[in-house]
C-alpha cells in the first residue's frame, strides 16, 4: 500500500482497507488477521471507516504510547474529523456526550477528579474481602444450581454488577434494565432511533437516582458526588447523571466479558488453566489478570482521537483536524513489546499492555477491574476444577458487533 | 536519584503506588501522586524506574545524580 510521504500532503489511496475487520473463522480470541497485516506492515495505515472517511490507524505499541500522551491529541468527540464509531455513536456523542472521557483537559481533568477519591489502590484493596464473598456466594448458587448452566447470567455480569451498583449507591434490582440497555449502548449495529431511546432512558433513570440521593443521601459515590457537588453548583445534575452513566456502563459491562471470555481463553489453553488453579501466590494470579488483559484486550473497536496540531511521528505527519483509530488490540500482540505475542502465558510480564489505554484516559476503573479480576480467576477454577465448557466452540455467540467483545452466553458444566 | 512528580498532570491511576509503594502516596480526596520521599534508596530505584514507565500521564520524572 503506498504512504504518503512526509512532506505531501496527507491523502488516502483509494485502495484502502474498510474498519473494522472481522476476524478468522475459528480463532475467535484473536485480532483479526487483516489487522496484524497492517501492524507488521507499518506503525501508521489508512483505513476506511463506515462513513467513507479515512482516518489513521495507529498499529503499534510505541507510537500507540506516544500519542494517547500527547497533548495535540484530543479525544473530543464533537470535532470535525474525529472517527466515529457508527452512525448511531456520533449521534450520542456528539449530542449528550458520556462525560469526561470524550473531553479534553482542563475539563476532563475537573470532573475526573471529582470521581477518583474511591478508586485509589489502598480504598480499593479494603473492597477485597466483600469481592471475595460475592464470588463465593454466587459460586455456591451455581453449584447448587442445574448444569449445564451461563456463566455469563450466573456470574460473569453479577459479580461487577453487585459491587459497581454498591459504590454507586444504584439498586441491583434494577440489573435487568441497566445491563440490557448498557449492551444496546455499546453495539456498533444499534439504530440511531435506539439508541437515542436508549440513552434518554438511563439517563432519566440515573438523573431520578441523583433526585433521590439529593432528597435522602446514602453512603454511596452518587449520594456524595450530589451533596458536595450538585448542592454546591460545581456540577450541575444532568453532569452527574452522564457521569453516573458512565461508571455504571464501564463498571460492569467491561469487567464481565473479562470474566467469562477469559474462563473461554482460558478452557481453551488447559496448561494455562492448570497454572492457575494450582497457584498459590497471589503474584501469579496478579500476573494472569494482565496477561489476559493483554491477550484478550476487549475494547476492539480502536481508542478513537483527532489531532489538533500536525504531528510527526514514525516518518509520517498526521495533520491537523484529521483522525486516528488507536488499534489497542494489535499492539498488545507487538512483538517488539511482547515476544511471542501471540500465545498467552500466564507467567509473562504483562504489565506494559494497553488494554485500559494509556494517556489522560486511562481507565479510571482499573484498580477496581484488576481487584475483580484477581479475586474472580483466583476463585472460580480453583473451586470448580472440573469447569468445562457445555457447547462446542462453534455455536458460541461472540459480540463482533459490540465496541467491547466478548461472548453472549457461556454454557458450562462442571 | 530524585523523583519529581506533576500533581496538575496526575491522572490517579495509582500505577506508580502499585510498583513503589513506599516512594509513592495517592491523597485521600481524590486520589493524585504525592511523595513518600524524594530520594529513593538503591533498592527502590528499579521500581521508581518501572512506576515512571507506567504511569499513562507522564507525571514522573527522575534525575540521576
Known amino acids: ?16 482497507l474498510a474498519y473494522p475487520m472481522s476476524r478468522a473463522a475459528g ?19 489508512r483505513i476506511r471507516l463506515w462513513d467513507g472517511s479515512t482516518p489513521w490507524l495507529v498499529t503499534r505499541h510505541a507510537e500507540q ?20 464509531i ?27 477528579r471529582m470521581v477518583t477519591g474511591p478508586f485509589t489502590i489502598r480504598r480499593i484493596e479494603t473492597l477485597r474481602p466483600a469481592v471475595q464473598q460475592i464470588a463465593d456466594r454466587l459460586i455456591d448458587d451455581l453449584l447448587a444450581g442445574p448444569k449445564p448452566a451461563d456463566l455469563v447470567q450466573a456470574f460473569a455480569l453479577p459479580v461487577p454488577s453487585l459491587v459497581i451498583c454498591q459504590l454507586l449507591g444504584v439498586p441491583y434490582e434494577d440489573h435487568d434494565f441497566f445491563q440490557t440497555s ?23 433513570y440515573l438523573d431520578r437516582l441523583v433526585g433521590q440521593k439529593l432528597a435522602a443521601p446514602g453512603d454511596d459515590l452518587l449520594s456524595r458526588l450530589a451533596v458536595e457537588r450538585v448542592s454546591t453548583g460545581q456540577l450541575t445534575r444532568g453532569e452527574l447523571a452522564s457521569m453516573g452513566l458512565l461508571l455504571l456502563i464501564a463498571g460492569h459491562e467491561t469487567t464481565a466479558n473479562m470474566i467469562a471470555l477469559g474462563t473461554l481463553a482460558l478452557l481453551c489453553h488447559p496448561s494455562q488453566l492448570a497454572a492457575l488453579q494450582e497457584a498459590r501466590d497471589p503474584e501469579l494470579i496478579a500476573g494472569a489478570v494482565e496477561e489476559l488483559l493483554r491477550y484478550l484486550n476487549i475494547v476492539h473497536s480502536g481508542r478513537r482521537r483527532v489531532a489538533l496540531e500536525d504531528i510527526e511521528i514514525a516518518g509520517q505527519v498526521i495533520r491537523a483536524g484529521e483522525g486516528l483509530v488507536i488499534a489497542t488490540d494489535v499492539a498488545n500482540r507487538d512483538e517488539a513489546a511482547f515476544p511471542r505475542a501471540g500465545v498467552l502465558d500466564v507467567h509473562r510480564d504483562a504489565h ?20 475483580e479480576l484477581q479475586v474472580v480467576y483466583g476463585t472460580l477454577y480453583r473451586r470448580i476444577p472440573t469447569l468445562a465448557l457445555a457447547a462446542s466452540l462453534d455455536d458460541i455467540r461472540f459480540k463482533h458487533d459490540g465496541i467491547v467483545y466478548g461472548v453472549y452466553e457461556l454454557p458450562v458444566t462442571w | 536519584m530524585r523523583v519529581r512528580v506533576d500533581q496538575e498532570a496526575c491522572i490517579s491511576s495509582g500505577h506508580c503506588v502499585r510498583n513503589a509503594p513506599d516512594v509513592f502516596d495517592q491523597r485521600e480526596d481524590d486520589g493524585v501522586v504525592s511523595l513518600r520521599t524524594e530520594r529513593p534508596s538503591a533498592a527502590q530505584q528499579g521500581e521508581v524506574r518501572c512506576a515512571v514507565s507506567m504511569c499513562p500521564a507522564l507525571a514522573i520524572t527522575v534525575a540521576e545524580e
Do not use: K, W
Open chain 1, 1 to 16: 500500500m503506498t504512504r504518503p510521504m512526509a512532506d505531501a500532503p496527507s491523502q488516502a489511496p483509494d485502495d484502502v
Open chain 1, 352 to 371: 506494559h499492555h494497553l488494554a485500559f489505554g494509556f494517556g489522560i484516559h486511562q481507565c479510571l476503573g482499573q484498580p477496581l477491574a484488576r481487584l
Open chain 1, 27 to 45: 480463532c475467535p480470541l484473536d485480532p483479526p488477521p487483516e489487522l496484524s497485516e497492517l501492524r507488521d506492515e507499518a506503525p501508521l495505515a
Open chain 1, 86 to 112: 457508527s452512525e448511531s455513536t456520533r449521534e450520542r456523542r456528539t449530542n449528550s456526550g458520556i462525560s469526561f472521557i470524550s473531553m479534553d483537559n482542563p475539563e476532563h481533568a475537573r470532573l475526573r
Open chain 1, 182 to 204: 448498557s449492551r444496546t449502548l455499546i453495539n456498533r449495529s444499534t439504530s440511531v432511533q435506539a439508541m437515542r431511546e436508549t440513552q434518554a432512558a438511563l439517563l432519566s
Open chain 1, 65 to 84: 504510547r506516544a500519542l494517547l500522551a500527547d497533548p495535540r491529541v484530543s479525544a473530543d468527540a464533537t470535532l470535525p474529523g474525529y472517527p466515529h
